[in-house]
């Protein structure tokens, strides 16, 4: 089988541990992947609410230094894409992928030429918010249920222009609305559940994940124990798959684990374990379905949009 998994904090983790990905303590090691036949990661670069201004800039640029340069160490095992070229050269050479994203656009530090900047040290998406608010808007616990800002809506312009996908994980329901309504191209909910299915604020409203299968965008299902409303992860995230399923989310239903960044349900512990996922999708909805949220979604939203 093969996995493509739209969001990992491992980058975040193995430099603040000033670890590598072949440690033994993360949920996504080059280890616990080697299951796999084709492997694609987007690992993330996480803002804490606690960083704005230069030192969230600052920060970003620590972090992906460190796994870029983590990254050239094992460059026989894995690959940094930064074009659909490089995603297919991985394959090829039967290497895993790796893509870099920002999670939370205060990294950007309130500067619109910090996108292209950004943009040139291989980022390829960007969650605009993390729970809090920054410069760019509401995250979906801000509390005053505020969307997007000018400076926001001028980054979601600014990112598409470069073929930075937007990502609207973690952001308030208005400002979700409000780049629906600026976007140009398809974005992404990189690991996000239903909430029809579990009722917390970082899940997704059957109106908001229609409007993203709609556009021909992608949806990550999220393992965090506490958006998936389940003790076993396999059986509740079946539940979110089987909804957003039914609302038309063939194609665009993949997984966006929120591996080393969550608390996980009691039946998955790392990567190496979704292949219980996989098969339960197998069982429930086919293999030709299973594989597309496993990895054909995911692969083909990336060929198609950046």
């Given at each position: 089988?093969?996995?493509?998994?739209?969001?990992?904090?491992?980058?975040?983790?193995?430099?603040?541990?000033?670890?590598?990905?072949?440690?033994?303590?993360?949920?996504?090691?080059?280890?616990?992947?080697?299951?796999?036949?084709?492997?694609?990661?987007?690992?993330?670069?996480?803002?804490?609410?606690?960083?704005?201004?230069?030192?969230?800039?600052?920060?970003?640029?620590?972090?992906?230094?460190?796994?870029?340069?983590?990254?050239?160490?094992?460059?026989?095992?894995?690959?940094?894409?930064?074009?659909?070229?490089?995603?297919?050269?991985?394959?090829?050479?039967?290497?895993?992928?790796?893509?870099?994203?920002?999670?939370?656009?205060?990294?950007?530090?309130?500067?619109?030429?910090?996108?292209?900047?950004?943009?040139?040290?291989?980022?390829?998406?960007?969650?605009?918010?993390?729970?809090?608010?920054?410069?760019?808007?509401?995250?979906?616990?801000?509390?005053?249920?505020?969307?997007?800002?000018?400076?926001?809506?001028?980054?979601?312009?600014?990112?598409?222009?470069?073929?930075?996908?937007?990502?609207?994980?973690?952001?308030?329901?208005?400002?979700?609305?409000?780049?629906?309504?600026?976007?140009?191209?398809?974005?992404?909910?990189?690991h996000s559940d239903s909430?029809?299915?579990?009722?917390?604020?970082?899940?997704?409203?059957?109106?908001?994940?229609?409007?993203?299968?709609?556009?021909?965008?992608?949806?990550?299902?999220?393992?965090?124990?506490?958006?998936?409303g389940g003790?076993?992860?396999?059986?509740?995230?079946?539940?979110?798959?089987?909804?957003?399923?039914?609302?038309?989310?063939?194609?665009?239903?993949?997984?966006?684990?929120?591996?080393?960044?969550?608390?996980?349900?009691?039946?998955?512990?790392?990567?190496?374990?979704?292949?219980?996922?996989?098969?339960?999708?197998?069982?429930?909805?086919?293999?030709?379905?299973?594989?597309?949220?496993?990895?054909?979604?995911?692969?083909?939203?990336?060929?198609?949009?950046?």
């Amino acid at each position: 089988m093969d996995y493509f998994d739209l969001h990992c904090d491992t980058a975040t983790e193995i430099y603040k541990k000033k670890s590598g990905l072949d440690g033994e303590d993360f949920n996504v090691t080059l280890q616990k992947t080697d299951a796999y036949g084709r492997f694609a990661q987007v690992f993330a670069v996480w803002i804490d609410d606690s960083l704005r201004g230069e030192p969230a800039w600052e920060y970003f640029c620590n972090v992906s230094d460190y796994f870029k340069n983590e990254i050239k160490k094992h460059t026989g095992r894995i690959l940094f894409c930064r074009t659909p070229g490089g995603l297919r050269e991985a394959y090829g050479t039967k290497r895993k992928a790796a893509l870099l994203s920002i999670e939370g656009g205060a990294a950007l530090a309130g500067n619109i030429g910090n996108v292209g900047k950004a943009y040139e040290k291989g980022v390829r998406l960007l969650t605009l918010t993390w729970n809090g608010k920054c410069e760019l808007g509401c995250g979906c616990m801000c509390g005053d249920g505020g969307g997007l800002t000018g400076f926001g809506k001028d980054t979601v312009r600014e990112m598409q222009s470069f073929n930075m996908v937007v990502d609207v994980s973690h952001l308030s329901e208005k400002g979700f609305w409000d780049v629906a309504r600026v976007a140009k191209r398809p974005f992404a909910a990189t690991h996000s559940d239903s909430k029809a299915v579990c009722k917390v604020n970082r899940n997704l409203t059957d109106a908001q994940f229609t409007e993203i299968a709609r556009g021909g965008g992608i949806v990550g299902i999220n393992m965090c124990a506490g958006f998936l409303g389940g003790a076993l992860g396999v059986e509740a995230a079946l539940k979110h798959i089987g909804h957003f399923l039914d609302l038309g989310g063939e194609k665009a239903v993949a997984v966006g684990a929120d591996f080393d960044g969550c608390t996980l349900p009691a039946d998955i512990n790392g990567a190496d374990s979704m292949v219980k996922l996989y098969g339960g999708i197998c069982g429930s909805f086919g293999k030709e379905t299973a594989d597309d949220i496993f990895y054909n979604n995911a692969y083909n939203f990336f060929i198609n949009n950046i």
